[in-house]
């Protein structure tokens, strides 16, 4: 008797219902809200439908049902959301963060969208952490980038920035003992240790119709990524490490492809 009782007691279908304040609603997908009114699930306002999924403007998060920006942020003229502080940026987190602090700060939204045409969901964004404080050049170690002097609005900086991102990419995804000392070693102490005890330039490649990404050196690939990047974003400007030619272009598209990656 008590389990007929629970079995007829009052509650939401279970194909996809919740209840909402007292009332079931359907379970609405791809970031889509309920609307009570029109009785049909539909992006917040402000977002847009991209290959079934609402999504705001680069910087924007959902609130009460409309796209805007995090508390602590106000949106600008041309639609981006900014910090009061003009010493902090806005970063995935939803936060504001300082630009430089020797704790680092997590990736800009435009940054983790850059990377993210790059390496895809290989890569925990939320994890990396840019460092921008200091002296040297800059260098990775695991998920955190040490980056002297970085400024996000310079065309070296964003394709360094890449290089540096590759970095990451290969510290979450590569099994290194499968890597043999001298194509680690650019990874430890860069170009002191590869190109003074095994004589060669951890950056120097030569690009090879149908050989594997991830038969290039560490420093090789992310000087790959760093040539992809600038050609993808200043096309025939001249600003790269080199101008690089037709094929070039089409070997590096065809092997990143290839190593999973532009996906």
Known sequence: EKDKLLSNACGCPPDGHK???????????????????????????GATLVEGKC???????????????????????EGKCACADKDKVPTITE?????????????????????????????????????TTGKGNPHTSGDT????????????DQ?????????????ENYKW?????????????????SKYLFGTDPYAHELIYGKSFYDYGLDQQATIIWEYYYEQRYPGAGIGPRDLTEEEKNIIRDMLQKAGLLQ
């Open 19 to 45: 209840p909402v304040n007292g009332k079931c609603e359907p379970v609405c997908l791809g970031g889509k809200i309920w609307n009570a009114a029109l009785k049909q699930c539909e992006c917040p306002e």
């Open 55 to 77: 999504q705001c403007p680069l910087g924007q998060i959902v609130v009460d049902k409309k796209c805007g920006c995090p508390a602590d942020q106000t949106l600008t003229a």
């Open 95 to 131: 936060k504001c963060e300082p630009k430089d602090s020797k704790k680092g700060r997590s990736l800009t939204f435009e940054e983790m969208e850059t990377a993210k045409k790059i390496f895809g969901d290989k890569i925990d964004y939320r994890k990396v952490k840019l460092i």
């Open 145 to 156: 980038i040490y980056f002297p002097g970085y400024q996000s609005n310079q065309s070296f």
């Open 159 to 171: 394709a360094a920035l890449m290089h540096e991102i590759t970095h990451v990419y290969q510290s």
């Open 177 to 193: 003992w499968e890597y043999y000392p001298e194509k680690a070693a650019d990874w430890f102490n860069g170009l002191t240790v």
